[in-house]
């Protein structure tokens, strides 16, 4: 178990003052049970009106905007999470398990390949390889495209395993004392369903653990994106920030 703070600081500043921004920030780490958020905090500069709400793939949506002239913007996200381990299910489903029509149907959106998780034909080839010599449990494990959690999902999706897009923190350094604060990440893995959802990190060719923390799980990145919106005027600066500290 490892209870982590985070601050995601994302700072724009415009050439000339901008007339209006409206955004959507999804920033908040998920309540899960394995992952209790004890505190967290948006903090918008400047900022003309904001609101929150609760989106169809169940993440928290911090909307805002800025309504007078501006030339920069501040956002940032200020959290204390208690990651726990996770116990799955002792039975895995198989590949007839996942083959059945009511199943198909209950999980089609983590199984519906789209533009950006369309994979390759030499990584659909692999895929099917894959999926051909081993069980669910073994393919989703072989690590297809260990780069990009767009192209895992469309391997697996491919074959017919669910997959979904989770986006999130990892804190790197599990050396790091209590304490101390490390430049930490804002991250991307995967979850996959072989009887229950299953976390592994293609990246780093590992599976998700207590140093994991899950902001918004979807089909893909363009449904959680950290920070969306429209600026009537033109950025010129970006810079993003994440600090982790672990605490306990």
Known sequence: MSTLRIEHRTSFKYAAPVVSSYNEARLTPAWLPRQRVLENKIEVSPVSWQTSY??????DVTVFEITQPHSSLTVTSSSLVEVLPHAHREE????DALNVPRFQDL????LALTPVTRPTDELLSFAHEAAGSASPDAAARSGVCQDFAHLAIGAMRAVGIPARYVSGYLHPNREAALGETVSGES??????WGGDWFGYDPTNASEVGDHHVIVARAREYRDVRPLSGVVAGTTT????????TTVA
């Open 187 to 192: 991250h991307a893995w995967v979850e996959w």
């Open 107 to 110: 999980l089609c959106e983590y």
């Open 54 to 59: 609760r989106d169809y793939w169940e993440s």
């Open 92 to 95: 895995r489903a198989d590949w």
């Open 237 to 244: 600066d970006l810079d993003v920030t994440v600090n982790v």
